[in-house]
């Protein structure tokens, strides 16, 4: 049974990109065939973990939105540059990605006239029935818009990324009751870039407090993730570091 887990947070520059990439690679490395969306379009960048080169790709989900493609035509097999090691054709494990368009005219062009949200549905169906998925990641635009909305109401879970910081706190607790109201399966908060000396056992209680909701992890502003700087997916440059081992512990709630 294919899962789709989305993944949001209330502001911008929580490492929710980061955070959806290092989830995916990791999920598929456990086996499974993984599709990544990046349903960021008003300021996409996910590719870049994935060190897609915008030369290459021809076709985006800005594409598919307008009509101008199949939405598996705008998905590219980043198995061997993600998984790191050299893979050997096999269908398992698979990683796929579905890009937002980083050209400024089709940028513009999705904010002047906007796009069918109900298309963008249909793709993520086809998407796991087509590239025969385990999971789909949609790495969300942040704030609460149509799209947002859209795909908190499809997710089997709901991945918050929140800062300990009071604003995220504010946004979060709409994005938690939109998300109750409408009926997410499973929802839980991942605390990214707590500050050292916070005590993670106290946050992690505050917090669940707050929105009556499970936090899955509590991962400590890392002075490695600020030098891997999007340069690659942190999980396979520092395989032995704590946080990755956080954001292993958080791949073992999805997987059966």
Known sequence: MSKIISTHSFRGGTGKSNTTA?????????GFRVGVIDTDIQSPGIHILFRLDEKVVQKSLNDYLWGKCR???????????AIGDE?????RPRLFLIPSSLRSGEIARILREGYDV??????????????RLDYLFIDTHPGVNEE???SIAVSDTLVLIVRPDQQDFQGTAVTVELARKLFVPEMFIVINKVPIGTDPVSLKV?????YKTDVAAVLPLSIEMARNASGDIFCNRYPAHPLTQELKSIVKRFIP
Do not use: C, M, P, W
């Not at 290092?22 to 456990?30: G, S, Y």
């Open 22 to 30: 290092n989830l995916a690679v990791l999920t598929a490395k456990a």
């Open 206 to 210: 505050h917090v669940e407090g707050l």
């Open 71 to 81: 939405i598996e035509e705008a998905a590219y097999d980043v198995t061997e540059r």
């Open 148 to 150: 947002t909305l859209l």
């Open 118 to 131: 109900g298309r963008l549905n249909d793709g993520f169906q086809d998407l796991i029935r087509l590239l």
């Open 87 to 91: 893979q050997d054709g096999s269908e």
